[in-house]
């Protein structure tokens, strides 16, 4: 499981995620990552077009068998 945020995200700042991650972790059957994406905001990280979405989609390829 990937969890990606912006770091400026101003609507879910990042240390929302990044807590969710930590908790998430205790007791995870599985691989899960965070991904705080420096200067990307709230919408970057859906924008297939920007930066940010380049960032996750080679953080999907890294995590696939």
């Known amino acids: 499981t990937l969890l990606a945020t912006g770091a400026d ?3 879910v700042p990042a ?3 990044t807590a969710f ?3 998430a972790r ?3 059957k599985h691989p ?3 991904l705080v994406i ?3 905001d709230h ?3 859906t924008d297939a077009g920007s930066n940010a979405w380049a960032q996750i989609f ?3 390829q890294q995590m696939m068998p």
């Open 9 to 11: 995200d101003a609507d």
């Open 15 to 17: 240390r929302f995620t």
């Open 21 to 23: 991650h930590e908790a």
């Open 26 to 28: 205790v007791g995870a």
């Open 32 to 34: 899960l990552r965070c």
């Open 38 to 40: 420096p200067g990307a």
């Open 43 to 45: 919408y970057d990280v």
């Open 58 to 60: 080679a953080a999907i």
